[in-house]
């Protein structure tokens, strides 16, 4: 077990870092998962870090993330973007891969949005719908939370009766209405990847209540509760999981389908940050 100590240390530089360059740290921050790096082009950048520049950050390994954190506006706010991030099944362990996450509670970030590409077992969400998370299931078998808990983030045993901020979610299903962007509700299940879920598996998952399956997010989300931060998230569907009918998925489906949402998923977020 490595000492909690160095972590927070490395934590703390990194948010040091990050606030000697950026200077005064937005409310909200958005986490730009496959596909949706899009939003980074239509906000107004004003001072981008490449993640290998800031200390303990994680190097990205999937062609998909770019690994920068952007300040700049969108929807008329000032926020900051984790464009990437960093997944288990590249090798890197729970509490690597939400460093930047630690970094955003750390600078003062109060709302986190976070984006990502799923498969869905719900029959009623077909490719390239954006599904608003209402729940999880930690399906991973590993916890950021683990070991030694350092107070000053938060409690040893957080709550989580509402990961996913009910004032959020329905201002968010309010934006959607008002954008004529249609928005589901659904169940996230995490596992680690990589490989996509045999037949057996995607049956398994929606028989245990999950409308979604990935590869991220979880984590990010434990961690974000842990500090306090209200939590939004959206997935897109991007290959349907249907057990009795499964065809194979390739990764260029998976990007195509998250490019299609990308437009609406922008918008939506947009939305939702002029209304914060
Ligand atoms: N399974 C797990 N993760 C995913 C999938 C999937 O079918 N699609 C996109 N991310």
Not at 58 to 75: A, C
Not at 125 to 154: C, K, R, Y
């Amino acid at each position: 077990m490595k000492p909690i100590h160095d972590y927070v240390l490395l934590v703390e530089e990194a948010a040091r870092y990050v606030r000697e360059q950026f200077g005064a740290i937005p409310e909200t921050a958005v986490i730009l998962g496959t596909g949706l790096s899009g939003l980074a082009s239509v906000a107004d950048e004003e001072s981008v870090l490449p993640y290998t520049d800031i200390p303990g950050f994680p190097e990205l390994t999937v062609d998909s993330h770019q690994g920068t954190l952007i300040k700049g506006r969108l929807g008329g706010s000032q926020v900051l973007m984790l464009n990437g991030r960093a997944h288990l099944y590249e090798g890197y362990d729970a509490k690597e891969v939400t460093i930047p996450v630690r970094v955003l509670g750390s600078l003062g970030v109060k709302n986190l949005i976070i984006s990502n590409a799923c498969g869905a077992m719900n029959p009623a969400f077909s490719a390239g719908d954006i599904v608003m998370i209402e729940d999880h299931i930690n399906l991973m078998g590993v916890n950021p939370l683990e070991g030694p808990n350092h107070l000053a983030w938060g409690p040893r045993f957080p709550d989580m009766s509402d990961p996913y901020d009910k004032e959020l979610r329905a201002l968010a299903y309010d934006a959607a209405m008002t954008e004529g962007i249609a928005l589901s509700n659904g169940v996230y299940v995490s596992v680690v990847g990589p490989n996509l879920e045999t037949r057996a598996e995607y049956r398994m998952l929606s028989r245990m209540g999950a409308d979604v399956v990935g590869m991220s997010t979880v984590p990010e989300v434990l961690v974000a509760n842990h500090m306090g931060m209200r939590v939004l998230a959206f997935s897109v569907v991007t290959d349907e999981c249907d057990p009795d009918n499964l065809a194979p998925i390739s990764i260029e489906d998976v990007l195509a389908a998250a490019a299609r949402a990308s437009d609406p998923l922008q918008r939506l977020i947009e939305r939702v940050i002029a209304r914060f």
